[in-house]
Protein backbone atom coordinates (compact mmCIF):
# COMPACT_ATOMS: atom_id res chain seq x y z
CA UNK A 1 0.00 0.00 0.00
CA UNK A 2 1.77 3.27 -1.04
CA UNK A 3 2.33 5.68 1.82
CA UNK A 4 -0.18 8.74 1.83
CA UNK A 5 1.46 12.22 1.21
CA UNK A 6 0.74 14.22 4.44
CA UNK A 7 -0.65 17.83 4.67
CA UNK A 8 2.23 18.61 6.64
CA UNK A 9 4.39 18.43 4.16
CA UNK A 10 2.43 20.30 2.06
CA UNK A 11 2.39 23.01 4.50
CA UNK A 12 6.01 22.98 5.54
CA UNK A 13 6.86 23.14 1.68
CA UNK A 14 4.72 26.14 1.28
CA UNK A 15 5.80 28.29 4.81
CA UNK A 16 9.48 27.62 3.57
CA UNK A 17 9.75 31.16 2.09
CA UNK A 18 7.94 33.07 4.40
CA UNK A 19 9.87 31.42 7.23
CA UNK A 20 13.08 31.81 5.84
CA UNK A 21 12.29 35.12 4.22
CA UNK A 22 14.59 37.97 6.11
CA UNK A 23 12.60 40.98 7.21
CA UNK A 24 13.45 43.96 4.50
CA UNK A 25 11.99 47.43 4.04
CA UNK A 26 9.90 49.53 6.45
CA UNK A 27 7.58 47.76 9.11
CA UNK A 28 4.38 49.62 7.55
CA UNK A 29 3.31 52.40 5.34
CA UNK A 30 0.76 54.84 5.85
CA UNK A 31 -1.84 53.71 7.68
CA UNK A 32 -0.12 50.78 9.30
CA UNK A 33 2.36 53.32 11.01
CA UNK A 34 -0.99 55.13 12.44
CA UNK A 35 -2.26 51.59 13.25
CA UNK A 36 1.11 50.88 15.49
CA UNK A 37 1.12 54.10 16.99
CA UNK A 38 -2.22 53.81 18.40
CA UNK A 39 -3.15 50.12 19.02
CA UNK A 40 -5.09 49.59 16.07
CA UNK A 41 -5.78 47.08 13.05
CA UNK A 42 -7.56 46.67 10.19
CA UNK A 43 -8.46 43.45 9.00
CA UNK A 44 -9.19 42.92 5.24
CA UNK A 45 -12.38 40.83 5.12
CA UNK A 46 -14.29 38.76 2.67
CA UNK A 47 -18.05 39.85 4.00
CA UNK A 48 -19.29 41.06 7.29
CA UNK A 49 -21.26 39.08 9.41
CA UNK A 50 -25.30 38.48 8.28
CA UNK A 51 -26.08 37.28 12.10
CA UNK A 52 -24.33 37.58 15.48
CA UNK A 53 -26.29 35.19 16.93
CA UNK A 54 -24.43 32.05 17.30
CA UNK A 55 -27.44 29.48 17.16
CA UNK A 56 -28.88 30.21 13.64
CA UNK A 57 -25.84 31.38 11.43
CA UNK A 58 -23.15 29.28 10.48
CA UNK A 59 -20.16 30.39 8.24
CA UNK A 60 -16.39 31.87 7.86
CA UNK A 61 -18.04 35.12 7.66
CA UNK A 62 -19.20 35.03 11.47
CA UNK A 63 -16.36 32.26 13.13
CA UNK A 64 -14.09 35.79 14.52
CA UNK A 65 -16.99 37.78 15.63
CA UNK A 66 -18.78 35.18 17.83
CA UNK A 67 -15.76 34.04 19.40
CA UNK A 68 -13.98 37.52 19.92
CA UNK A 69 -17.75 39.20 20.84
CA UNK A 70 -18.52 36.38 23.42
CA UNK A 71 -16.71 33.86 26.03
CA UNK A 72 -17.66 31.03 26.93
CA UNK A 73 -17.26 28.57 30.67
CA UNK A 74 -14.54 26.97 29.37
CA UNK A 75 -11.85 26.83 26.68
CA UNK A 76 -9.40 24.60 25.00
CA UNK A 77 -5.30 25.41 26.05
CA UNK A 78 -3.70 27.54 23.47
CA UNK A 79 0.13 26.53 23.23
CA UNK A 80 3.27 28.24 21.22
CA UNK A 81 3.44 26.75 17.66
CA UNK A 82 6.91 25.75 17.27
CA UNK A 83 6.30 26.21 13.72
CA UNK A 84 5.33 29.56 13.63
CA UNK A 85 7.38 31.61 16.40
CA UNK A 86 4.92 33.98 17.80
CA UNK A 87 1.77 32.42 17.23
CA UNK A 88 -0.16 29.89 19.49
CA UNK A 89 -1.88 26.68 18.54
CA UNK A 90 -4.29 24.26 20.45
CA UNK A 91 -2.84 21.58 22.83
CA UNK A 92 -5.44 19.11 20.54
CA UNK A 93 -2.83 16.41 21.20
CA UNK A 94 -3.43 15.86 24.42
CA UNK A 95 -3.41 12.05 25.74
CA UNK A 96 -7.17 12.79 26.64
CA UNK A 97 -10.05 15.29 26.83
CA UNK A 98 -8.65 16.94 30.53
CA UNK A 99 -5.42 18.16 28.99
CA UNK A 100 -6.60 20.07 26.77
CA UNK A 101 -9.51 22.12 28.69
CA UNK A 102 -9.09 24.97 31.21
CA UNK A 103 -11.40 27.07 33.13
CA UNK A 104 -12.47 30.47 31.76
CA UNK A 105 -15.75 32.29 32.55
CA UNK A 106 -15.66 29.49 35.51
CA UNK A 107 -12.81 29.66 37.69
CA UNK A 108 -13.55 25.77 38.23
CA UNK A 109 -15.94 22.57 38.50
CA UNK A 110 -16.54 19.53 40.73
CA UNK A 111 -17.48 16.24 38.84
CA UNK A 112 -19.73 13.71 41.59
CA UNK A 113 -22.48 11.21 40.93
CA UNK A 114 -20.19 8.80 38.74
CA UNK A 115 -19.13 11.98 36.38
CA UNK A 116 -22.79 12.49 35.49
CA UNK A 117 -22.80 16.23 37.76
CA UNK A 118 -21.18 18.84 36.95
CA UNK A 119 -20.67 22.35 39.28
CA UNK A 120 -19.30 24.95 37.82
CA UNK A 121 -18.28 27.74 40.34
CA UNK A 122 -18.58 31.21 38.26
CA UNK A 123 -15.85 34.12 37.96
CA UNK A 124 -17.15 36.81 40.14
CA UNK A 125 -17.34 40.64 38.67
CA UNK A 126 -16.97 39.76 34.92
CA UNK A 127 -18.76 42.58 33.72
CA UNK A 128 -20.85 42.22 29.96
CA UNK A 129 -20.42 44.67 27.48
CA UNK A 130 -23.61 46.51 28.48
CA UNK A 131 -21.94 46.62 31.85
CA UNK A 132 -23.89 43.81 33.83
CA UNK A 133 -22.11 41.44 36.04
CA UNK A 134 -22.05 37.41 34.62
CA UNK A 135 -24.35 35.03 36.53
CA UNK A 136 -25.47 31.89 37.02
CA UNK A 137 -28.83 33.13 35.55
CA UNK A 138 -26.99 34.13 32.07
CA UNK A 139 -26.05 30.43 31.73
CA UNK A 140 -29.18 29.40 32.96
CA UNK A 141 -31.07 31.27 30.31
CA UNK A 142 -28.53 30.46 27.71
CA UNK A 143 -29.10 26.85 27.84
CA UNK A 144 -33.25 27.43 27.91
CA UNK A 145 -32.69 29.34 24.82
CA UNK A 146 -30.67 26.70 23.05
CA UNK A 147 -33.15 23.82 23.90
CA UNK A 148 -36.00 26.25 22.75
CA UNK A 149 -34.30 26.86 19.46
CA UNK A 150 -33.18 24.03 18.52
CA UNK A 151 -30.60 25.83 16.73
CA UNK A 152 -26.56 24.50 16.38
CA UNK A 153 -25.68 23.96 19.81
CA UNK A 154 -29.11 21.61 20.15
CA UNK A 155 -26.69 18.82 18.97
CA UNK A 156 -23.96 19.93 21.48
CA UNK A 157 -26.86 18.92 24.16
CA UNK A 158 -27.32 15.86 22.61
CA UNK A 159 -23.88 14.87 22.68
CA UNK A 160 -22.90 15.73 26.33
CA UNK A 161 -26.23 14.16 27.44
CA UNK A 162 -27.81 17.33 27.98
CA UNK A 163 -31.31 15.99 28.05
CA UNK A 164 -34.16 18.65 28.99
CA UNK A 165 -33.61 22.81 30.06
CA UNK A 166 -34.55 21.36 33.87
CA UNK A 167 -31.03 19.48 34.23
CA UNK A 168 -29.39 23.11 34.84
CA UNK A 169 -29.69 24.24 37.58
CA UNK A 170 -28.90 27.74 39.23
CA UNK A 171 -27.76 26.72 43.02
CA UNK A 172 -26.92 30.41 43.87
CA UNK A 173 -26.05 33.60 41.68
CA UNK A 174 -22.26 32.20 40.99
CA UNK A 175 -22.69 28.28 40.73
CA UNK A 176 -24.39 26.18 38.23
CA UNK A 177 -25.16 22.49 38.20
CA UNK A 178 -25.65 20.62 34.84
CA UNK A 179 -26.88 17.13 35.16
CA UNK A 180 -25.95 14.39 32.57
CA UNK A 181 -28.01 11.46 31.54
CA UNK A 182 -24.90 9.69 31.38
CA UNK A 183 -21.06 10.30 31.87
CA UNK A 184 -18.70 11.28 29.01
CA UNK A 185 -15.98 13.46 28.19
CA UNK A 186 -18.16 15.42 25.69
CA UNK A 187 -19.56 18.23 28.42
CA UNK A 188 -16.55 19.83 28.74
CA UNK A 189 -15.34 19.78 25.32
CA UNK A 190 -18.33 20.93 23.70
CA UNK A 191 -18.28 24.04 26.44
CA UNK A 192 -15.18 24.79 25.24
CA UNK A 193 -16.77 25.35 21.67
CA UNK A 194 -17.00 28.69 20.08
CA UNK A 195 -20.49 28.26 19.82
CA UNK A 196 -20.96 28.15 23.06
CA UNK A 197 -21.27 31.65 24.40
CA UNK A 198 -23.04 33.06 27.06
CA UNK A 199 -25.70 35.57 26.62
CA UNK A 200 -26.30 38.66 28.61
CA UNK A 201 -29.72 37.67 29.62
CA UNK A 202 -30.50 41.17 30.70
CA UNK A 203 -30.42 42.81 27.63
CA UNK A 204 -31.71 39.98 25.25
CA UNK A 205 -34.96 39.19 27.76
CA UNK A 206 -35.77 43.06 27.46
CA UNK A 207 -35.55 42.67 24.11
CA UNK A 208 -38.01 39.53 23.94
CA UNK A 209 -41.36 39.94 22.73
CA UNK A 210 -44.45 37.30 22.89
CA UNK A 211 -43.55 36.40 18.92
CA UNK A 212 -39.94 36.47 19.79
CA UNK A 213 -39.09 35.28 23.12
CA UNK A 214 -35.49 34.72 22.26
CA UNK A 215 -35.02 38.07 20.84
CA UNK A 216 -33.52 36.05 17.85
CA UNK A 217 -34.39 39.45 16.12
CA UNK A 218 -32.55 41.66 18.12
CA UNK A 219 -29.49 39.70 18.60
CA UNK A 220 -28.96 39.23 14.89
CA UNK A 221 -27.85 42.70 14.76
CA UNK A 222 -26.46 43.41 18.46
CA UNK A 223 -23.94 42.66 20.92
CA UNK A 224 -25.28 40.45 23.91
CA UNK A 225 -21.81 39.24 24.78
CA UNK A 226 -18.80 39.21 27.54
CA UNK A 227 -16.15 38.89 25.36
CA UNK A 228 -12.38 40.56 25.51
CA UNK A 229 -13.86 43.18 22.48
CA UNK A 230 -17.30 44.41 22.30
CA UNK A 231 -18.97 45.94 18.72
CA UNK A 232 -18.68 49.53 18.34
CA UNK A 233 -20.14 49.43 15.01
CA UNK A 234 -21.70 47.14 12.10
CA UNK A 235 -21.91 48.53 8.73
CA UNK A 236 -23.21 45.59 6.61
CA UNK A 237 -21.69 44.88 3.44
CA UNK A 238 -18.95 47.33 4.52
CA UNK A 239 -17.21 47.00 8.01
CA UNK A 240 -17.56 46.02 11.49
CA UNK A 241 -15.47 48.10 14.19
CA UNK A 242 -14.73 45.97 17.28
CA UNK A 243 -13.07 48.07 20.36
CA UNK A 244 -11.65 46.52 23.95
CA UNK A 245 -13.68 45.50 26.55
CA UNK A 246 -11.03 47.15 29.11
CA UNK A 247 -12.56 45.44 31.89
CA UNK A 248 -12.80 42.10 30.60
CA UNK A 249 -10.63 39.48 33.07
CA UNK A 250 -8.45 38.73 30.10
CA UNK A 251 -8.09 41.99 28.33
CA UNK A 252 -6.82 42.16 24.52
CA UNK A 253 -3.41 44.03 23.50
CA UNK A 254 -4.72 46.10 21.01
CA UNK A 255 -7.60 49.25 20.89
CA UNK A 256 -9.30 48.59 18.10
CA UNK A 257 -10.05 46.17 15.54
CA UNK A 258 -11.43 46.96 12.01
CA UNK A 259 -12.54 44.56 9.87
CA UNK A 260 -13.20 46.08 6.45
CA UNK A 261 -14.66 44.23 3.31
CA UNK A 262 -13.39 43.49 0.14
CA UNK A 263 -14.55 40.61 -1.67
CA UNK A 264 -12.34 39.72 -3.61
CA UNK A 265 -8.97 38.41 -2.79
CA UNK A 266 -6.90 40.29 -4.81
CA UNK A 267 -8.57 43.29 -3.38
CA UNK A 268 -7.86 42.05 -0.02
CA UNK A 269 -4.12 41.45 -0.99
CA UNK A 270 -3.77 44.89 -2.35
CA UNK A 271 -4.96 45.94 0.95
CA UNK A 272 -2.62 44.56 2.57
CA UNK A 273 0.11 44.96 0.26
CA UNK A 274 -0.38 49.04 0.79
CA UNK A 275 -0.34 49.14 4.24
CA UNK A 276 -4.53 50.12 4.58
CA UNK A 277 -4.65 46.51 5.89
CA UNK A 278 -1.80 44.95 8.46
CA UNK A 279 -3.88 41.62 8.07
CA UNK A 280 -5.74 39.54 5.03
CA UNK A 281 -8.27 36.99 5.59
CA UNK A 282 -8.57 33.94 3.16
CA UNK A 283 -6.57 34.67 0.00
CA UNK A 284 -6.47 32.35 -2.88
CA UNK A 285 -3.57 30.27 -3.18
CA UNK A 286 -1.75 32.44 -5.63
CA UNK A 287 -2.02 35.70 -3.10
CA UNK A 288 -0.73 33.31 -0.38
CA UNK A 289 2.14 32.64 -2.97
CA UNK A 290 2.68 36.30 -3.26
CA UNK A 291 2.44 37.14 0.16
CA UNK A 292 5.73 34.67 0.75
CA UNK A 293 7.42 36.50 -1.54
CA UNK A 294 7.50 39.92 0.25
CA UNK A 295 9.30 40.90 2.84
CA UNK A 296 6.65 43.18 4.44
CA UNK A 297 4.91 40.26 5.05
CA UNK A 298 3.99 37.09 6.61
CA UNK A 299 1.93 33.97 5.92
CA UNK A 300 0.39 31.87 9.14
CA UNK A 301 0.34 28.52 8.63
CA UNK A 302 -1.75 26.00 11.15
CA UNK A 303 -2.66 22.90 10.86
CA UNK A 304 -6.87 23.58 11.56
CA UNK A 305 -8.74 20.79 11.09
CA UNK A 306 -11.38 21.37 8.22
CA UNK A 307 -11.51 19.52 5.84
CA UNK A 308 -12.85 20.84 2.11
CA UNK A 309 -15.49 18.02 0.94
CA UNK A 310 -18.63 17.30 -1.08
CA UNK A 311 -22.18 15.83 0.35
CA UNK A 312 -23.99 14.42 -1.70
CA UNK A 313 -27.70 14.68 -0.17
CA UNK A 314 -29.48 11.56 -0.24
CA UNK A 315 -33.01 12.82 -0.51
CA UNK A 316 -32.12 13.71 -4.48
CA UNK A 317 -31.70 10.17 -6.40
CA UNK A 318 -29.81 8.64 -7.52
CA UNK A 319 -27.20 9.63 -4.39
CA UNK A 320 -29.28 7.39 -2.42
CA UNK A 321 -27.65 4.42 -4.02
CA UNK A 322 -24.30 3.93 -2.27
CA UNK A 323 -22.79 2.58 -5.78
CA UNK A 324 -23.27 5.94 -7.05
CA UNK A 325 -21.81 7.88 -4.38
CA UNK A 326 -19.19 4.88 -4.66
CA UNK A 327 -18.69 5.63 -8.70
CA UNK A 328 -18.29 9.70 -8.08
CA UNK A 329 -15.69 8.96 -4.89
CA UNK A 330 -13.70 7.50 -7.46
CA UNK A 331 -14.21 9.74 -10.14
CA UNK A 332 -12.87 12.58 -8.05
CA UNK A 333 -9.04 13.63 -9.04
CA UNK A 334 -7.68 14.04 -5.67
CA UNK A 335 -4.24 14.72 -6.45
CA UNK A 336 -5.14 16.78 -9.50
CA UNK A 337 -7.43 19.49 -7.33
CA UNK A 338 -4.48 19.84 -4.27
CA UNK A 339 -2.01 20.40 -7.12
CA UNK A 340 -4.19 22.99 -9.42
CA UNK A 341 -6.85 24.49 -6.97
CA UNK A 342 -4.37 24.85 -3.88
CA UNK A 343 -1.63 25.32 -5.51
CA UNK A 344 0.69 23.78 -2.33
CA UNK A 345 -1.78 25.31 0.30
CA UNK A 346 -3.14 21.57 0.96
CA UNK A 347 -3.42 18.06 1.40
CA UNK A 348 -4.78 14.99 0.55
CA UNK A 349 -7.80 14.17 2.97
CA UNK A 350 -8.33 10.86 4.23
CA UNK A 351 -12.14 10.19 4.86
CA UNK A 352 -14.38 11.21 7.95
CA UNK A 353 -11.31 12.54 10.26
CA UNK A 354 -9.18 15.10 9.89
CA UNK A 355 -5.72 14.34 11.25
CA UNK A 356 -6.15 17.15 14.17
CA UNK A 357 -8.98 14.67 15.63
CA UNK A 358 -8.26 11.90 17.69
CA UNK A 359 -8.21 8.19 15.80
CA UNK A 360 -7.24 9.59 12.55
CA UNK A 361 -6.28 7.13 10.06
CA UNK A 362 -4.24 8.11 6.93
CA UNK A 363 -5.88 4.94 5.12
CA UNK A 364 -9.68 5.02 6.66
CA UNK A 365 -11.43 5.71 3.29
CA UNK A 366 -10.68 3.06 0.42
CA UNK A 367 -11.12 5.93 -2.42
CA UNK A 368 -8.38 6.97 -5.41
CA UNK A 369 -9.26 8.15 -8.63
CA UNK A 370 -10.35 5.25 -10.66
CA UNK A 371 -12.63 6.42 -13.78
CA UNK A 372 -12.75 3.00 -14.85
CA UNK A 373 -13.82 1.89 -11.55
CA UNK A 374 -16.40 4.68 -11.30
CA UNK A 375 -17.88 3.87 -14.50
CA UNK A 376 -18.26 0.30 -13.41
CA UNK A 377 -20.25 1.06 -10.56
CA UNK A 378 -22.57 3.42 -12.26
CA UNK A 379 -23.57 0.47 -14.72
CA UNK A 380 -24.14 -1.50 -11.65
CA UNK A 381 -26.54 1.39 -10.19
CA UNK A 382 -28.40 1.35 -13.81
CA UNK A 383 -26.99 4.66 -14.71
CA UNK A 384 -24.99 3.72 -18.19
CA UNK A 385 -25.18 6.81 -19.67
CA UNK A 386 -24.37 8.63 -16.47
CA UNK A 387 -27.07 11.47 -15.23
CA UNK A 388 -27.32 15.16 -14.44
CA UNK A 389 -27.03 16.93 -10.58
CA UNK A 390 -26.01 19.96 -9.19
CA UNK A 391 -23.38 21.55 -6.56
CA UNK A 392 -23.92 24.45 -4.72
CA UNK A 393 -21.36 27.01 -2.99
CA UNK A 394 -20.74 29.64 -1.22
CA UNK A 395 -19.92 33.10 -3.04
CA UNK A 396 -18.00 34.00 -0.16
CA UNK A 397 -15.76 30.56 -0.60
CA UNK A 398 -13.30 31.66 -3.16
CA UNK A 399 -12.59 28.07 -4.10
CA UNK A 400 -15.85 26.76 -4.48
CA UNK A 401 -16.36 27.50 -8.14
CA UNK A 402 -12.04 26.13 -8.62
CA UNK A 403 -12.83 23.12 -7.24
CA UNK A 404 -16.30 22.56 -8.90
CA UNK A 405 -14.58 23.21 -12.36
CA UNK A 406 -12.29 20.22 -11.51
CA UNK A 407 -15.03 18.03 -10.50
CA UNK A 408 -17.17 19.32 -13.33
CA UNK A 409 -14.81 18.29 -16.16
CA UNK A 410 -13.61 14.83 -14.15
CA UNK A 411 -17.29 13.85 -13.66
CA UNK A 412 -17.60 14.58 -17.46
CA UNK A 413 -15.18 11.50 -18.21
CA UNK A 414 -17.46 8.94 -16.51
CA UNK A 415 -20.80 10.51 -18.37
CA UNK A 416 -21.84 12.41 -15.14
CA UNK A 417 -23.13 16.40 -15.91
CA UNK A 418 -22.31 18.31 -13.17
CA UNK A 419 -23.72 22.21 -12.94
CA UNK A 420 -22.63 24.52 -10.84
CA UNK A 421 -24.21 26.82 -8.34
CA UNK A 422 -23.10 29.90 -6.59
CA UNK A 423 -25.13 31.01 -3.72
CA UNK A 424 -24.79 34.32 -1.68
CA UNK A 425 -23.39 33.27 2.05
CA UNK A 426 -27.06 32.98 3.58
CA UNK A 427 -28.39 31.71 1.39
CA UNK A 428 -26.42 29.09 0.65
CA UNK A 429 -26.45 28.28 4.67
CA UNK A 430 -30.28 27.84 4.77
CA UNK A 431 -29.91 25.85 2.09
CA UNK A 432 -27.54 23.63 3.38
CA UNK A 433 -29.18 23.43 6.40
CA UNK A 434 -32.68 22.27 4.92
CA UNK A 435 -30.67 19.79 2.32
CA UNK A 436 -32.00 21.57 -0.78
CA UNK A 437 -29.26 20.76 -3.22
CA UNK A 438 -28.08 17.31 -4.49
CA UNK A 439 -24.67 18.09 -3.89
CA UNK A 440 -22.47 21.00 -1.91
CA UNK A 441 -18.96 22.54 -1.82
CA UNK A 442 -18.24 23.08 1.86
CA UNK A 443 -15.07 24.19 3.99
CA UNK A 444 -16.28 23.28 7.42
CA UNK A 445 -14.54 21.17 9.87
CA UNK A 446 -15.74 19.44 13.23
CA UNK A 447 -14.21 21.49 15.99
CA UNK A 448 -13.65 19.30 18.13
CA UNK A 449 -10.77 16.83 18.86
CA UNK A 450 -13.48 13.96 20.26
CA UNK A 451 -14.13 11.19 17.23
CA UNK A 452 -17.64 11.42 18.72
CA UNK A 453 -18.36 14.73 17.62
CA UNK A 454 -16.25 14.78 14.63
CA UNK A 455 -18.22 11.63 13.42
CA UNK A 456 -21.39 12.87 14.89
CA UNK A 457 -22.20 16.22 14.20
CA UNK A 458 -22.17 15.38 10.37
CA UNK A 459 -22.86 11.29 10.06
CA UNK A 460 -25.21 10.86 12.75
CA UNK A 461 -28.65 10.34 11.54
CA UNK A 462 -30.61 12.80 13.35
CA UNK A 463 -27.81 15.48 13.68
CA UNK A 464 -28.63 18.83 12.75
CA UNK A 465 -25.31 19.11 10.42
CA UNK A 466 -26.42 15.46 8.53
CA UNK A 467 -26.33 17.82 5.57
CA UNK A 468 -26.63 14.85 3.53
CA UNK A 469 -29.52 13.06 4.75
CA UNK A 470 -27.18 10.15 5.03
CA UNK A 471 -28.70 7.28 7.50
CA UNK A 472 -27.42 4.07 8.26
CA UNK A 473 -28.39 2.38 11.04
CA UNK A 474 -24.96 0.42 11.66
CA UNK A 475 -23.22 3.92 11.80
CA UNK A 476 -25.71 5.00 14.42
CA UNK A 477 -25.62 1.72 16.28
CA UNK A 478 -21.82 1.79 15.99
CA UNK A 479 -21.67 5.56 17.42
CA UNK A 480 -23.56 4.70 20.17
CA UNK A 481 -21.64 1.61 21.51
CA UNK A 482 -18.27 3.54 21.41
CA UNK A 483 -19.35 6.49 22.92
CA UNK A 484 -20.49 3.92 26.16
CA UNK A 485 -19.16 5.36 29.40
CA UNK A 486 -17.63 2.41 30.45
CA UNK A 487 -14.71 3.13 27.77
CA UNK A 488 -11.54 5.07 28.15
CA UNK A 489 -10.32 7.92 26.82
CA UNK A 490 -7.87 5.56 24.56
CA UNK A 491 -10.85 2.60 24.10
CA UNK A 492 -12.94 5.25 22.74
CA UNK A 493 -10.84 6.73 20.03
CA UNK A 494 -10.35 3.10 18.99
CA UNK A 495 -13.88 2.13 18.90
CA UNK A 496 -14.76 5.43 16.95
CA UNK A 497 -12.36 3.69 13.94
CA UNK A 498 -14.13 1.27 13.21
CA UNK A 499 -17.26 3.71 12.95
CA UNK A 500 -15.12 5.92 10.69
CA UNK A 501 -14.60 2.89 7.91
CA UNK A 502 -18.23 2.45 8.20
CA UNK A 503 -18.61 6.08 6.87
CA UNK A 504 -16.22 6.02 4.43
CA UNK A 505 -17.13 2.87 2.84
CA UNK A 506 -20.56 4.84 2.48
CA UNK A 507 -19.33 7.40 1.11
CA UNK A 508 -21.93 10.24 1.78
CA UNK A 509 -19.05 12.58 1.09
CA UNK A 510 -16.69 13.60 -1.10
CA UNK A 511 -13.63 14.31 0.87
CA UNK A 512 -11.22 15.91 -1.17
CA UNK A 513 -8.72 18.43 1.00
CA UNK A 514 -7.72 19.88 4.12
CA UNK A 515 -6.15 23.26 3.40
CA UNK A 516 -4.60 23.77 7.07
CA UNK A 517 -5.87 27.37 8.01
CA UNK A 518 -3.81 30.55 6.92
CA UNK A 519 -3.42 34.19 7.73
CA UNK A 520 -1.46 36.71 5.97
CA UNK A 521 -0.37 39.64 7.88
CA UNK A 522 2.08 42.63 8.19
CA UNK A 523 5.88 41.55 8.90
CA UNK A 524 5.35 43.48 12.42
CA UNK A 525 1.83 42.10 13.88
CA UNK A 526 2.37 39.02 16.12
CA UNK A 527 0.46 36.51 17.88
CA UNK A 528 -1.69 35.14 15.48
CA UNK A 529 -3.86 31.94 16.32
CA UNK A 530 -5.89 29.82 15.58
CA UNK A 531 -8.80 28.11 17.55
CA UNK A 532 -10.96 25.80 16.61
CA UNK A 533 -13.79 27.24 14.52
CA UNK A 534 -11.87 28.64 12.54
CA UNK A 535 -11.23 31.82 14.35
CA UNK A 536 -8.27 33.45 15.48
CA UNK A 537 -8.51 34.86 19.07
CA UNK A 538 -7.92 38.75 18.63
CA UNK A 539 -7.27 39.08 22.15
CA UNK A 540 -3.70 37.65 21.57
CA UNK A 541 -3.12 39.74 18.60
CA UNK A 542 -0.37 43.28 18.68
CA UNK A 543 2.48 44.37 17.08
CA UNK A 544 6.45 43.36 17.78
CA UNK A 545 7.39 46.75 18.55
Not at 44 to 64: Q, R
Not at 115 to 127: A, D
Not at 131 to 140: C, H, I, Q, R
Not at 146 to 172: C, Q, W
Request: aromatic content about 12%; overall charge negative; hydrophobic content about 35%.
Amino acid sequence: MPTPLSRRSFLNAAAAVTLAAPFAGSLIAGCGRSAQRSHQLVVAAATTPPSLDWELVFGKEVYDHVFNLNDRLTRWKQVPTPDEPGGFDLAWQAENFEEITEPRMAEGWEVTNGGRTYTFSLRRGWPSHAGNEFTAADVKWTFDRSFALHGITSFYNELAKIERPEDVKVLDRYTVRIELGEPGPDLLLTMSEFWRAIVDSKPAKSHATAADPWAKSWIKSHDVGFGPYKLADLSPGRHVVWEAHKEHPFPPVLDQITFRQAPESSGRLAMLMSGDAQVAQYLLPGDMQRVQKSDELRLWNFQGYVIHSCPMNTKYPPFDDVRVRRALSYATPYQRIIETVYQGFAGPAHGPLSDHAAGFDPYQSPFTYDPDRARELLREAGHPNGFRTKMAYSSAEPLGEAVGAQLRSAFSDVGVTLDLEALPASTYTDALFNGERPMFFQSFGADSPDPAYALGVFYQSNSSNNWSGYKNTGTDACLADAGQPRLTWGQRVEEHKRCAEIVANDAPWLWMAQPGFQMSTRRDVTGINWYAGEAVDWSRVGYTS
